[in-house]
């Protein structure tokens, strides 16, 4: 069961936008569940340059089933040009918790 979850990372520019994108995620049962972290300090190579800014971090809980249409969902409505999506495995966790977002994301299954 935990090979079917994955924990995807997302970051965002402002608190707005990171509660939105976590909302809809969960309205639309790509993910059963997403964190929303920050302020955190992000320091990033962009077109050639050394760039430091503020970002809040998305951690959705989804299964890699989902990851697909999670990922084009935020490519599409996030404001960065080249936004975050990394999908990580999930190698254990608390068989209740796991069987509780496959549950979830099973009631919309992709």
Known sequence: MSAEVVVVLVTAPNREEAERLASQL???????CVNV???IRSIYEWEGKTERSEEW???AKTSR???AALRDFV???HSYQVPEVL?????EGSPPYLAWVLQVLGRNAR
């Open 26 to 32: 969960v309205e639309q049962r790509l993910a059963a």
């Open 75 to 77: 490519e599409h409505h």
């Open 37 to 39: 972290a920050g302020p």
């Open 65 to 67: 089933a989902h990851f």
């Open 87 to 91: 999908a990580l495995p999930v190698q």
């Open 57 to 59: 971090l998305l951690i």
